[in-house]
């Protein structure tokens, strides 16, 4: 079979009838609840698919990992994956998640898709879940539409996600290791206060961080207050 003309005919087919609210998470996993339907040959008739898909950024980004990016997404997973890299090139390998995903049952509904789309939305609305997306996508390589909305909501993530790790310092390092320093000093400050056989552990700490000279005063006025 042609992959090409598959990658194509799967992004046509894909379409996300309901968004999940929530985007991925910048530290630590995401968990995302989906139903998929799928029309079948028979005349009124759709599949129902329930499943969970799981982005996370591992600690490590190890070749092996790297090679294995997507898992229980079918055989055919890796032919995708190069197709989804070629078109979104840079931008999908900078983001550097894993994703799995977990089928947790099947069935045939004996109603159109529209209709089956529609009570579904609905049961959703009335549960408020905030994490689960309703898809629409070709039966045989169902797997795959799962796989591109999961990829599309990553890259609507990654730009807030930047700016997270930002914030907190990480593409600061020098930044990062000068904020724990004086949060440790502060704390340390906070705790001779309240102890003064603590007076000690700070002053060492100042002179471990070549910081004495800029809390001298302050120091000195914590020794002699009463």
Not at 19 to 47: D, I, M, N, W
Not at 90 to 102: H, K, P, T, V, W
Request: hydrophobic content about 35%.
């Amino acid at each position: 079979m042609d992959q090409d003309f598959s990658f194509r005919d799967i992004v046509r087919g894909t379409r996300i009838l309901r968004p999940p609210k929530h985007r991925l998470s910048t530290f630590g996993p995401t968990t995302l609840s989906y139903v998929l339907l799928s029309e079948l040959p028979e005349a009124g008739q759709c599949r129902l698919r329930e499943g969970e898909v799981t982005a996370q950024r591992p600690k490590i980004m190890t070749s092996e990992q790297w090679r294995e990016r997507f898992d229980g997404f079918g055989d055919d997973s890796k032919a995708f994956q190069q197709a989804i890299e070629s078109v979104y090139g840079d931008a999908f390998r900078a983001l550097e998640y894993n994703f799995r995903n977990d089928l947790r049952q099947s069935s045939v509904e004996h109603f159109p898709l529209a209709v089956v789309a529609e009570r579904v939305t609905q049961i959703m609305a009335d549960e408020d879940a905030p994490r689960k997306a309703l898809l629409q996508g070709p039966d045989q390589r169902w797997a795959f539409s799962v796989m591109k909305f999961v990829v599309d909501l990553s890259m609507r993530s990654f730009p807030s996600n930047v700016k997270e790790l930002d914030d907190r310092g990480f593409f600061d390092p020098e930044g990062q290791r000068l904020a724990k320093q004086k949060r440790d000093i502060e704390r340390l400050f906070a705790e001779a206060q309240k102890d003064r056989t603590r007076v000690s552990a700070l002053a060492d700490r100042l002179r471990e961080f070549n910081l004495f000279q800029t809390y001298e005063d302050r120091f000195f006025a914590l020794v002699h207050s009463s």
